[in-house]
């Protein structure tokens, strides 16, 4: 007979619950290079702000009474001295002896006690210390909120403002932190993460299935490809480990490309990149807009033939109209084909705009209604010009892919120039999170495509 379950304690479900906080934060910060820690905010009418706001105005109100007093009373002004004095001395590196001892001796807090008692406590001389010594340690970025702090006169909103930029200073240490510690923690995340996955495939061993089905996909797509002669042999590669290898990597890099059309509707996401679903799923979003910004600038510049294409802002200009217009595109509700006929509009009033003011002659009705035709007809998945587009996109992350190890972006194809910016910070997001995924669960990728490319 089963031995009867074992009594989860409550210290064990708080840890698993930690561990598995502790991975998703340490997940974001690898996969996501603009990972920030931002302040914490709270809802505008929350209980939680209205009980802040009363009990900070409470302190702050407590501060301006005690210094109008006659003598004043400082006990709150060196509380707050001493908060001053830790938060100074926590942004400091081991080599900072001078700053230290500096701000120990001049925050000294037992003798500004005793020159507070004697009525010779200068409060304005240590702050005008202390805000010297934050534009010493602060970064470039916050200067300017250093130049404000020696405009503020009144010593209780000066104290506040200091405060409010050591928080400031305090995310900014955090945000160094988390960008230096980046390149250690992806591989100690990589190797915790695949080891929770291999306790959780041993409870569940049919786990690998959909990720089977994801690769023998990408592997029939490449020999599909092969036999038309679209794609070179393998081993032609020269890259070690033979023609196996190499064909393992082409069809993971294929098998990647495939996630970009996925339908997240009807068929479920493969169990090793479940994590980053929502994730790429984004991706494919913005591509799929990207897609129509291409269309639109394509055809639109083909129209107008030589005359915008050297105008500077032209460009900016339409990509502009194109994502206000379709804000919102994926949602059930969103009408592609109005949409579009709005973005045609648009479009044609801006090349008009455009070539009055640089002495060309504006479009006629026909070829207004021509290029509102073409801008419409991207609504159709068969149009030529969005397949034409789509593939030289799909064909510009499979190179990034292939070379992901080079430091440079591939050439971008023929077309996309006027969407360059903006599909290589696609691509550099996409491929940060490919390889992440492939440091994981490389192990598991080569077992399946070792028996699939034996079996082909």
């Not at 970025?141 to 405060?163: G, M, Q, S, W």
């Not at 050591?166 to 100690?188: T, Y």
């Not at 440079?408 to 940060?432: C, D, N, T």
């Amino acid at each position: 007979a089963a031995s009867p379950p074992r009594p989860v304690s409550i210290e064990e479900l708080m840890e698993t619950a930690k561990g598995v906080t502790n991975m998703a934060l340490a997940h974001e910060i690898v996969v996501n290079g603009d990972f920030q820690i931002k302040p914490a905010e709270l809802p505008e009418h929350s209980l939680e702000k209205k009980v802040r706001d009363i009990v900070h105005k409470a302190f702050w109100d407590c501060l301006e009474a005690q210094l109008k007093e006659d003598p004043p009373t400082y006990d709150h002004a060196i509380k707050l001295l001493g908060e001053i004095k830790e938060n100074l001395l926590s942004f400091l590196l081991p080599g900072h002896t001078r700053l230290r001892s500096q701000i120990t001796e001049v925050l000294d807090l037992d003798l500004i006690k005793q020159e507070a008692e004697n009525g010779a406590l200068d409060i304005s001389k240590l702050v005008e210390f202390v805000i010297g010594m934050m534009g010493t340690l602060c970064a470039p970025a916050r200067d300017e909120e250093i130049k404000k702090l020696k405009d503020i006169n009144e010593i209780v909103p000066l104290f506040r403002a200091i405060f409010s930029v050591l928080d400031l200073m305090k995310m900014d240490m955090a945000n160094f932190a988390v960008s230096s510690i980046r390149p250690k923690l992806m591989q100690q995340s990589a190797e915790y993460e695949r080891k929770k996955f291999q306790e959780f495939l041993e409870k569940q061993p049919n786990s690998l299935d959909l990720v089977t089905r994801w690769l023998q996909e990408a592997a029939d797509d490449l020999a599909k490809l092969r036999c038309k002669m679209l794609l070179p042999d393998c081993s032609g590669d020269g890259a070690t480990g033979g023609a196996s290898a190499l064909c393992s990597t082409a069809v993971q890099n294929r098998a990647y490309l495939k996630l970009l059309k996925w339908d997240h509707v009807n068929r479920p996401f493969p169990e090793t990149v479940l994590m980053d679903q929502t994730r790429f799923q984004e991706i494919q979003l913005e591509l799929e807009q990207l897609l129509l910004m291409g269309t639109v600038l394509l055809v639109t510049f083909s129209a107008a033939g030589s005359a915008l294409v050297d105008i500077p802002g032209f460009a900016e200009k339409i990509k502009t109209i194109v994502k206000v217009l379709l804000t919102g595109m994926h949602l059930p509700s969103f009408n592609l084909q109005e949409s579009l006929a709005a973005v045609g509009e648009k479009v044609c009033a801006e090349v008009n705009s455009c070539l009055s003011q640089h002495g060309f002659m504006p479009f006629s009705a026909e070829r207004e209604t021509g290029l509102k035709g073409q801008i419409q007809a991207a609504a159709n998945p068969d149009n030529t010009i969005c397949k034409l587009i789509d593939s030289r996109i799909e064909k510009f992350l499979e190179n990034y892919l292939a070379s992901s190890h080079q430091k440079s972006l591939p050439a971008i194809p023929g077309g996309l120039g006027p969407i360059q910016r903006e599909l290589e910070e696609i691509a550099v997001k996409y491929v940060r999170l490919v390889n992440y995924n492939k440091m994981v669960f490389s192990p598991y990728y080569d077992a399946i495509l070792g028996k699939i490319l034996t079996k082909e």
